[in-house]
């Protein structure tokens, strides 16, 4: 009588173990392992910075050439003012997109996709040290640069 029931505990207790790793082999692989991979560790403080920092895209940009997107050659700290939202308070749809492909390695790549509309904005979270000369599509002469720099606190 109590060779069945050891073995039946016995057999649960594989089971229960199987399982378990099962477990932790798909949280790992599924959840743990492309997070780690896709997401740097960065700050909270450059997760959230103290202050909103915005250019404008001026009434007019069309014609304003370098003038365009103020302030013009923005630049921002880390961890203080990397956030930055550009907002259109023009009456034509304009664009922000990097001279050459630039990426931030946890936001991405930056640029906007497709054209801000007038009154609407895009933001970006820069979490490294770079300077990035940009554009707008359809306007190419309407011409900016942002540069991000690591703070000194
Ligand atoms: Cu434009």
Redesign the pocket.
Known sequence: MSAPQTSHAYGIGVITVIVGMSVVLIFYSGFYLPESLAKPTVSEHILNPEEPFVIE?VPG??TEGNE?YVPNKATVLLGISNLVTWENN?E????VTPDHRTADSYSGDFGSVG?VMPGETFEFLFTEAQEIPYH????PW?KGTIKIEKSRF
């Open positions: 895209i940009a069309v365009s023009d034509t749809p304009h664009t054209v707008c599509e359809p306007h309407m």
